[in-house]
C-alpha cells in the first residue's frame, strides 16, 4: 500500500536551533497515528510543516503520490490536509454555527462535498454534540466546547488526513472519554495524526506511536513496543522502571 | 450573518429605500437637496465599509478611488463629450481599475502599514491630479456645464439638475449598492470576509485563498466608491481636487465608525447624523467644529461600536 503522507529528510531551522532535523516519516492511510515526545521535542514544528502553516528548511513532503512541500498552506487544505489548533482558534465573535460554516462552504466550493451549507453544517455540529448551541457565538462556548467545536471545523474540512494538535488539552475526563469515541469514528474515514500528551489517551487511540526528541524521531513502532523502549523511557518517560 | 431571518433583513432595507423615496415628497427644498448629496456620499461610506467593516482593513486613500470616479466621469463628459451613461461608466471603470492595482500592491501590506501605504498612493493620485491642471483644472477644479447634465432617449429628457430628477437619481444609487451590499455581506463570500477580520491564519488554514478574496473586497469596495463619485460629478456638477485630499479619505471612515462599522444601514445613519449635527451647530456658531468633535467624543466613549452597531449589540442580534 501506498503511503498517504511522506517526509523526507525534512528539516526547519529557527536561527540556530533545529527543531525539526531530518525527519523521514511515513503515514499509512487509515491508521491513527500518534506522536509524542517531550516539551521542544519539534512536535508542533513537525506538523506545522505538513499543514503548511510554515515551510521547510530543507527536505521534501509528499501527499497521496504528489510533492506538496512548496505548496501553500490553503491548498494542501483543499487537497485534504486538515489542521486543528493546539491554542483554540475558533472564531470567537461568530456563531458556532457560522464557524462550521466556513469549512463546509469550502468542501461545497471544491466540490468535495455536495448539500447545502446548513445541512452540512448541522451534520458537524451533531456528530460533535454542539448542535444545541449552533447560534451561540463561539468566544461563549465553554473551553471544552470550544475545543469541539474545533474538532467540528476539521471535520467539515472533509480531510483524507487529519491533524489533531493536543486535542485533549483542558478537557475534564467525562470529556475525554467522548473525546476518544469521537476520533475512532473520524478515523474510519480519514487518517488521523494525533500529537498528545496524555498518555492514556495515545495508548487507547493509536494503531502506531513517533516519539519525536530534540527534533529527530527517537523511536516508533505499536503502543506495546514503545512501552517498552527503554530509550524512550529514558527519553520521555522518566527513569527505567 | 447567520442563516436566519432573511426576509426580515430584506423588509427593513427595502422599507429604508421606500422612507427615502416618500421622503422626497416631503421634505423642503433646503433638506430635500441635502438629502440628495448624503445619499449619493453615504453610497461612498458604503464602499468603504466593505473593506473597512467587514474585512477590517483601515485605508486612508479611498478619496483616490471617490475621485477616480469623480474625474474618470466628469472629464469624459467634458473634454469627450461623452453621453451621461457613458461617463457615469467610465468613472466605475476608472475606480475599478484603480482598485485592482491598489489592492495588488497595497494588500501585500497589512494593518498601520496598509493605512500608510494606501495613504501614500491617495497622495500620489491628488498631487497628478493637480500636476495635470491643464485638464482637471488643478485646484479650482471644473464645472460641469449644464446643457451637457441633461439625459435624452429620444422626445423624453431628464435634467439631472432638476432637484426632483438628481434627488431620485441619487435614491436609486443608494438602493442598488444597499441592496448589492446587503446581498454581498449575507453571501458566502461575505462569511470568509468576516473571517478574515477575525484571523486571517484560521481562514486560511480552512482552505480560502485570504488574497483573493481581500483583493476582491477591495475592488467591489473602490468600485462602488467611483460609482459615488462618478455621481457625484454628474449630479452636483462640479469636479474638484479637494475630494481626492486627505480629508476625504477620512471622512468615510468618520461615517462608517459613527453609523456601526460592519452594518450594511450604518454608512447611512453615520453620514446623515454626520451631516446634519454640522448643518445644526453652525447655525448657532461658527465654532461649529468643536460641538462636531465634542459629539464625536460622547459617540466613541458611549457608542464604541457606532449607532447601529450598538442597537445591533443590545437589541437587534438579526440586523446584517
Redesign the interface.
Known amino acids: 500500500m501506498m503511503p498517504l503522507l511522506t517526509t523526507k529528510n525534512l528539516a526547519r531551522n529557527f536561527g540556530g536551533l533545529r527543531a525539526v532535523d531530518g525527519v523521514d516519516f511515513q503515514l499509512m492511510p487509515g491508521e491513527i497515528r500518534a506522536v509524542i515526545g517531550p516539551n521542544g521535542a519539534g512536535k508542533t514544528t513537525f506538523v506545522s510543516l505538513l499543514?503548511g502553516?510554515i515551510l521547510p528548511s530543507s527536505g521534501m513532503i509528499v501527499f497521496d503520490g504528489d510533492d506538496i512541500t512548496s505548496q501553500?498552506?490553503?491548498v494542501r487544505?483543499?487537497r485534504g490536509i486538515a489542521?486543528t489548533?493546539q491554542i483554540t482558534?475558533v472564531?470567537?465573535?461568530?456563531?458556532a454555527?457560522?464557524n462550521v460554516?466556513?469549512?463546509v462552504?469550502?468542501?461545497l466550493?471544491?466540490g468535495r462535498s455536495k448539500g447545502a451549507?446548513?445541512t452540512g453544517v448541522m451534520a458537524a455540529l451533531e456528530r460533535t454534540g454542539l448542535a444545541d448551541r449552533a447560534?451561540m457565538p463561539a468566544g461563549q462556548l465553554s473551553y471544552g466546547h470550544q475545543r469541539l467545536l474545533e474538532v467540528a471545523?476539521g471535520l467539515a474540512?472533509k480531510p483524507r488526513l487529519l491533524i489533531l494538535d493536543e486535542p485533549t488539552q483542558g478537557l475534564a475526563d467525562s470529556e475525554i472519554d467522548n473525546f476518544i469515541e469521537l476520533v475512532r469514528e473520524i478515523a474510519k474515514s480519514a487518517t488521523v495524526l494525533l500529537i498528545e500528551h496524555n498518555m492514556p489517551v495515545v495508548m487507547q487511540l493509536a494503531d502506531r506511536i513517533t516519539v519525536f526528541n530534540a527534533g529527530r524521531i527517537l523511536a516508533e513502532g505499536t503502543p506495546e513496543q514503545i512501552r517498552d523502549n527503554t530509550q524512550v523511557q529514558e527519553a520521555y518517560l522518566g527513569t527505567a522502571p | 450573518m447567520s442563516e436566519a431571518s432573511p426576509a426580515k433583513a430584506y423588509a427593513l432595507h427595502l422599507g429604508v429605500i421606500a422612507l427615502l423615496f416618500a421622503l422626497s415628497f416631503v421634505l423642503p427644498d433646503y433638506h430635500h437637496g441635502l438629502l440628495a448629496r448624503i445619499m449619493v456620499l453615504a453610497v461612498f461610506a458604503m464602499g468603504y465599509n466593505m473593506l473597512f467593516g467587514y474585512v477590517g482593513l483601515l485605508s486612508l486613500g479611498h478619496a483616490m478611488f471617490f475621485a477616480a470616479g469623480l474625474y474618470g466621469a466628469g472629464l469624459s463628459v467634458i473634454h469627450l463629450g461623452w453621453s451621461l451613461p457613458l461617463a457615469f461608466l467610465a468613472g466605475i471603470a476608472c475606480g475599478a481599475l484603480l482598485s485592482l492595482v491598489i489592492g495588488l500592491l497595497a494588500l501585500r501590506t497589512t494593518g498601520v502599514a496598509f493605512m500608510i501605504v494606501t495613504m501614500m498612493f491617495a497622495q500620489v493620485f491628488y498631487l497628478t491630479i493637480l500636476y495635470f491642471a491643464a485638464w482637471t483644472g488643478g485646484d479650482q477644479g471644473l464645472v460641469v456645464p449644464q446643457p451637457a447634465r441633461v439625459l435624452t432617449f429620444g422626445a423624453t429628457s431628464l435634467d439631472l439638475t432638476n432637484p426632483t430628477v438628481r434627488y431620485m437619481s441619487a435614491l436609486a444609487l443608494f438602493s442598488v449598492v444597499l441592496l448589492i451590499t446587503l446581498a454581498i455581506v449575507r453571501s458566502r463570500h461575505g462569511r470568509v470576509l468576516v473571517a478574515i477580520r477575525e484571523n486571517e491564519e484560521r481562514t486560511k488554514m480552512l482552505g480560502y485563498d485570504t488574497f483573493s478574496n481581500k483583493l476582491a473586497a477591495m475592488i467591489v469596495s473602490g468600485t462602488i466608491c467611483a460609482a459615488s463619485g462618478a455621481a457625484y460629478a454628474l449630479l452636483f456638477g462640479y469636479v474638484g481636487s479637494s475630494f481626492a485630499s486627505v480629508q476625504y479619505s477620512i471622512l468615510p471612515l468618520l461615517w462608517v465608525l459613527l453609523g456601526g462599522a460592519a452594518t450594511t444601514l450604518g454608512a447611512l445613519i453615520g453620514t446623515v447624523f454626520m451631516y446634519y449635527v454640522i448643518d445644526i451647530a453652525s447655525g448657532y456658531t461658527s465654532a461649529y467644529l468643536l460641538i462636531v468633535g465634542i459629539a464625536l467624543i460622547l459617540l466613541v466613549l458611549f457608542f464604541p461600536k457606532g449607532i447601529l452597531g450598538t442597537i445591533r449589540q443590545r437589541w437587534l442580534g438579526w440586523l446584517p
Do not use: E
Request: hydrophobic share 40%.
Open positions: 499543514s502553516r501553500a498552506a490553503y487544505v483543499r489542521y489548533f482558534s472564531f470567537a465573535n461568530l456563531s454555527y457560522d460554516a466556513l469549512p462552504q469550502r468542501t466550493t471544491d451549507v446548513r447560534h471545523m474540512l
